[in-house]
């Protein structure tokens, strides 16, 4: 077995997978108590061969086992972890201009919803985005990649939602691909027209645009794989929802939703019954509605930096989650508004301090699962032969400390498709003065 890429002596290696008792691999998102399961392998190494996993186990076995190519590039991740690339399952990373005026006012009191309700939030990110070059906007969700792979990422799921209207939706989802294309992290992009209500348009015939128009020209175009809604108060109803993703679904994109994030509209019950990939936020979901969820096999994607962001009180009912078999997925939310980090170890420790999963969980949250919540559960999100060879090494001793140490950035290297793309740069000794 050849060999171009080798990782030996992890002190961990988080497989993310396991196989039944026949030896068949365990396919699909884990829940319940397999929300926990990290496969962990101790002293292991991983082989790789053109972008592909060959070979795991332990070290001694894989090196007796491989034949490694002339320029074969070999790792040794003693004293470290080895994860599978992490998945950013929810990011908004198309767009212009900032908005810590905002930022400002919300400590002084103003809440989301009214900055919304009054033409700031969304709409005035829609009218720097509309007045952006593709040139432009392609150079700032560059840098936004760049500092998302270098805290671990190596799947994206990005939506357009800061245009609502044809041509700005397009330049948006046309930036993603060219990012897709141009960038080692792969993106995910996904539709999401119904982000907000155009200031000067009626919702219903809005809606209709998005129904007969954009979203058949938008799939033929096979500029998205999803298409996303906004299901909110003040912004679409669950009946809106419904017609624009059962649409969505007829032209051969998955649905998503934003669902229950300020307020219950039932959104969660909304997602079971029309059997969507992922429901995202969650927030004030009911306890039916995450039911509905667990028995559709409907992804919770959950975003912890929002609510802190926010400053919510509450957060998602991740137990409850849980206990009811909803497979959970954690992803940055990274956007202007409401979530202004692309860093996932942040949402890690947020997770495991605010919504209460254990460490493990929070692992399957940001690899498997969230993998499963874009559609690429079959080729990333979990470490086995066969699968693509993104990978991270952390300079960490133990899988508990990436969330543990809050804040600070614990990359050590990042692979992908068997290449070494970000390699942390040695830090200048300390100087005593
Ligand atoms: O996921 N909720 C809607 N969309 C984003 C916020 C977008 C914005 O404020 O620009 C979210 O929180
Ligand atoms: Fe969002």
Redesign the pocket.
């Known amino acids: 077995m050849r060999a171009d890429l080798i990782i030996v002596h992890a002190e961990q290696l988080l497989t993310m997978a396991h196989a039944g008792e026949d030896g068949t691999p365990a396919s699909g998102p884990f829940a319940g108590p397999d929300q926990g399961r990290l496969g962990l392998l101790e002293d292991a190494a991983i082989a790789c061969h053109d972008g592909v996993i060959v070979a795991i186990g332990p070290t001694e076995e894989i090196l007796a086992q491989v034949q490694e190519d002339p320029d074969c590039v070999t790792l040794d991740a003693r004293g470290k972890i080895v994860s599978p690339g992490l998945v950013d399952a929810?990011t908004?990373l198309v767009?212009a201009g900032t908005?810590e005026r905002e930022f400002e006012l919300r400590a002084k009191g103003a809440s989301?919803a009214e900055i919304?309700a009054s033409g700031g939030?969304?709409h005035s990110?829609v009218r720097a985005t509309r007045e952006a070059s593709k040139t432009e906007l392609l150079d700032l969700a560059t840098r936004r990649l760049q500092t998302m792979l270098e805290h671990g990422a190596t799947t994206v799921e990005a939506?357009s939602?800061?245009g609502l209207d044809f041509d700005t939706e397009v330049k948006q989802l046309e930036v993603l691909m060219e990012l897709s294309r141009r960038h080692p992290v792969d993106v995910v992009p996904t539709f999401?027209g119904a982000?907000?209500v155009p200031k000067d348009q009626d919702a219903e015939a809005f809606v209709t645009w998005l129904v007969e128009d954009a979203i058949p020209k938008i799939s033929i175009r096979g500029l998205a794989r999803f298409c996303d809604v906004?299901c909110?108060k003040g912004?679409f109803t669950p009946e809106q929802t419904e017609r624009i993703l059962k649409a969505a679904q007829a032209h051969g994109l998955g649905a998503k939703l934003?669902a229950d994030?300020?307020v219950d509209t039932g959104g969660a019950a909304l997602a079971a019954k029309l059997g969507a990939v992922s429901a995202?936020?969650l927030h004030c979901a009911n306890a039916e509605g995450l039911a509905a969820m667990a028995k559709a096999g409907v992804i919770a994607t959950l975003?912890p930096g929002?609510g802190v962001f926010?400053g919510m009180r509450e957060h998602a009912p991740a137990r409850k989650m849980v206990d009811l078999g909803v497979p959970v997925a954690v992803a940055t939310?990274f956007?202007?508004?409401?979530?202004f980090s692309e860093s996932l170890p942040l949402m890690m420790s947020l997770a495991v301090t605010q919504l209460r999963l254990t460490p493990q969980e929070a692992w399957v949250a940001v690899t498997r699962n969230a993998a499963h919540a874009v559609g690429r559960g079959h080729r990333v999100g979990s470490l086995e032969v066969g699968k693509q060879a993104d990978l991270v090494v952390w300079d960490a001793h133990d899988y508990r400390v990436v969330p543990y140490r809050m804040g600070i950035n614990l990359v050590d290297t990042v692979v992908k498709l068997g290449k070494v793309v970000h390699r942390r740069s040695p830090r200048p000794e300390a100087q005593l003065v």
Do not use: Q, W
């Not at 956007?335 to 979530?339: M, R």
């Open positions: 929810h908004h767009f908005r989301y919304h939030g969304i990110t939506k939602g800061y999401m982000h907000a906004f909110e912004v934003h994030e300020l995202d936020h975003l929002t926010l939310d956007n202007p508004g409401s979530c």
